[in-house]
C-alpha cells in the first residue's frame, strides 16, 4: 500500500514511473491504469502533460507507443468484438447438445 501512497503523493514521479512502465511493456493507457492501481485519466494527464516537463526524451518515446496504441485500437476492439460472439456462438452450441 505504500508504494500507491508515495505514487499519489508525487504525481511527477509517478509520470516518470509510468512513461518508463509503458515503454518498457508497450503498455497501454488502461493497462498501466490497471497495474498502479489509478485511474486512467490519471495515466493520461501523467504521461501527456506531467512527463513532458519532467522528461522530455522519455515523453516522446511514450507518445510514439500512445500513438500507435491509438492507432490499432479500432484492430483491437474488433477482435474483443469477435471473442466475445465467438463464446456466445460456443455456449449455443453446449447447450444444444444438452
Same mark, same amino acid.
Given at each position: 500500500?505504500?508504494?500507491? &501512497?508515495?505514487?499519489? &503523493?508525487q504525481p511527477e514521479h509517478r509520470a516518470v514511473i509510468l512513461g518508463r512502465? *509503458?515503454?518498457?511493456?508497450?503498455s497501454t493507457v488502461r493497462a498501466a491504469a490497471r497495474k498502479f492501481g489509478i485511474s486512467k485519466s490519471t495515466v493520461h494527464k501523467d504521461v501527456s502533460?506531467?512527463?513532458r516537463r519532467? &522528461?522530455?526524451a522519455l515523453f516522446a518515446q511514450v507518445r &510514439?507507443?500512445?500513438q500507435i496504441n491509438k492507432q490499432?485500437?479500432?484492430i483491437r476492439g474488433g477482435l474483443a468484438t469477435q471473442r466475445k460472439y465467438?463464446? *456466445?456462438a460456443e455456449?449455443?452450441?453446449?447447450?444444444?447438445?444438452?
Open positions: 500500500m505504500q508504494r500507491r &501512497d508515495s505514487l499519489k &503523493d512502465y *509503458i515503454l518498457e511493456n508497450r502533460e506531467r512527463l519532467e &522528461d522530455p &510514439d507507443i500512445l490499432e485500437r479500432h465467438h463464446e *456466445i455456449k449455443r452450441k453446449s447447450r444444444q447438445r444438452h
